[in-house]
């Protein structure tokens, strides 16, 4: 099959595009506003842009009144974010930061997670997540959109702290990611887990490309 975007014509019940890219990456972004209140929300749309230095980007379609979402009204102000990476055993409490609600309710305490303080940034990370980043804001760009929340903010961050816990690094010095089971958005309501893991060297004994590979300056 295929179908135009923009007609959305692919006949099927529901729209697969989502599905179409994946797994993706839940960006946990924590911020604080001006007055001090705290917002955290999981973001699918997130990837890592750069290692040296290290970046992230993710973007926020716009709420369900059409009007741009807490994070990035926050970022807007304070020009600082945070990033946990969820996880399976996270995963409901993600599932509960996801709600849209007034800016003055707390998600951390809406979901009963702890807040750990940054480093450099002023936000709070989530203290049960084993990775958390502290980022702050290289440049943030505006993409209109169809409908009514179409729109996006795409937000660029660059990394100035990294959080992880001694626990989840092996014997080999490595991120026991099978440990850790990362989680990660699918299409519709659908999600999955990082469970398995194997290894693929690129042929032809390149050591700088190597070195990029496994993200050495």
């Known amino acids: 099959m295929h179908y135009d ?3 959305n014509n692919h006949g099927l019940p529901k729209d697969p595009y ?3 890219i994946i797994p993706r990456p839940i960006g946990w972004i924590s911020t604080i506003s001006p007055e001090g209140l705290h917002n955290l929300a999981p973001f699918s749309q997130f990837q890592i842009l ?9 973007s ?3 709420n369900t009144r059409g009007q741009k979402k807490d994070t990035i009204r926050n970022i807007e102000s304070t020009g600082e974010f945070g990033y946990s990476m969820a996880t399976w055993d ?5 599932n509960i930061t996801a709600m849209e609600v007034p800016p003055e309710v707390d998600e951390f305490e809406l979901a009963n997670l702890s807040k750990q303080p940054a480093i450099k940034i002023k936000p709070c990370l989530v203290r049960e997540s084993p990775i958390k980043f502290e980022c702050v804001l290289y440049q943030l760009l505006r993409i209109p959109g169809g409908g009514l929340i179409g729109t996006i903010d795409v937000v660029i961050g660059r990394v100035v702290m990294i959080h992880i816990e001694d626990d989840v690094i092996d014997e080999n010095g490595k991120i026991d990611v099978l440990k850790i089971k990362p989680l990660a958005r699918l299409g519709y309501y659908d999600y ?3 469970n398995s893991v194997f290894e693929m060297i690129i042929p032809g004994q390149n050591e700088i490309l190597l070195k990029g590979l496994e993200g050495q300056r």
């Open 192 to 194: 999955t887990v990082v």
């Open 18 to 20: 989502k599905s179409c």
């Open 5 to 7: 975007p923009d007609l």
């Open 60 to 62: 926020a379609n716009q």
């Open 50 to 58: 750069n290692f040296d230095p290290p970046y992230v980007l993710f």
């Open 90 to 94: 996270l995963k409901e409490k993600v």
